[in-house]
């Protein structure tokens, strides 16, 4: 997501300098404003940093800042003033500003570094609070992988193993089946759960910055690198690294992944400074690694680096009546979020779920329950509230022999459809990631409709 910045400033020229200095970092979403009160005005979009002139046309510096506070004391504000009296600059920290920057050459780079240490405290706060919220829950494997199928108890065994050493783990498995649960409950029964969790889908980053997100870079290394970038490896230092669709990646990134594997070390792209590493690797695809050896899409050496321990799980129709087990979870947990009450099934649904294949695993029956619990009377789930066919909106889903891929399309659709468009909203409910039909929208592959 985009990093929002306000800058509040009368002089049209000098406002526009700042804007473009700071427009240099992509992630950086900067709007100017020549008033207080269109900036205020402006204030319920929740910008992180509001950078304001201490001499406005129509509100002091000081006044500004109390109203901002007033309005959402979290928001940082960076005054930036021709006045180089102590004396205001003391006041105006103590009020809540954040910094206090002197108009003058160094201005622009004075302010890039106050935004981007204000920016790197603020994610570290954030990873604290998600890093609490996460050691918090209960990671039991009864809790969060939900079934009693023998197939799912030798999962549970080998997840139980998985958490006794720091063996690297390989997760394959259809799509929608759970990968990053697995990998989750066995970073946090490890005796490394108190650090940090850091999960990558390789498939979802951009090829041009696929290398960047991972090893990080230098400010310089390329063009559009306007500061340093922490990689995915050295933010996972100490704790689990979770690597995503691994048989998505080229060659050459192979390669260079495998050597920060051997040498246990990476190097950030324009640098020549090493970090030594102190991770555990999991990693998971849908595909057959060995195949894809044989293929000569995969490396092999890197390949028998990642195998480690392989666990595969299996889909939810090979799981028997776990499909009734999750049916009754992810009902129970749709009715305590949306304030209904307590739900029933009847015979015939329960025949009817035992029935059906279930393409789409464990992601495809949350969809299909979710609206069932829509659709019911309020008190009984029915055979006809569990409708397959609507999830795809014709009459063709169970019939129509499509790519998996088409078919999660196709459930993707319908509920961006029910929520409004809402992304956000949607990837909560489907347990996907944001990015996923970010990318999926991009490449036409579902429409938001109107």
Known sequence: MSYKIYIIEDDPWYGELLKYQLSMNPDYEVSLFSNAKDGLDALYKKPDVVCIDYSLPDMTGEKL?????????????VVISGQEQISIAVNLLKAGARDYIVKDENTKDLLWNAILKIRENADLKQEVEVLKEQLEQKFSFEKTIIGQSQALKKIFSLVEKATQSNINVSITGETGTGKELIAKAIHFNSDRKKKPFVAVNMAAIPKELIESELFGHEKGAFTGAAGQKIGKFE???????????????DL??????LRVLQEREVVKIGGNQTTKLDIRLLSATQKNLAEEVKKGTFREDLYYRLIGLPIDIPPLRSRGKDV???ARHFVDEFCKENKMKHLTF???SKDKLLAYNF?????????????????????????????FTTVRGDDHF???EKSLRAYSCDILSFFLKKYNNDVVEVARRLDIGKSTIYNM???NEITLEN
């Not at 689990?240 to 691994?246: A, G, M, P, Y």
């Open 65 to 77: 800042l109390q109203k901002i506070k007033a309005e959402n004391n979290a928001i940082p504000v």
């Open 235 to 249: 933010e996972a230092q100490g704790g689990t690294l979770f690597l995503d669709e691994i048989s998505e990646m």
């Open 398 to 400: 169970t019939t129509e």
């Open 324 to 326: 009734l087990i999750l």
């Open 359 to 387: 393409p789409g695993n464990v992601r495809e029956l949350k969809a299909i329950m979710d609206l069932a619990a829509v659709l019911s009377d309020g008190k009984e789930i029915t055979d006809g509230d569990i409708n």
């Open 252 to 257: 050459t990134l192979q390669s260079k992944i």
């Open 346 to 348: 009847s015979a015939a």
């Open 441 to 443: 929208l991009k490449n």
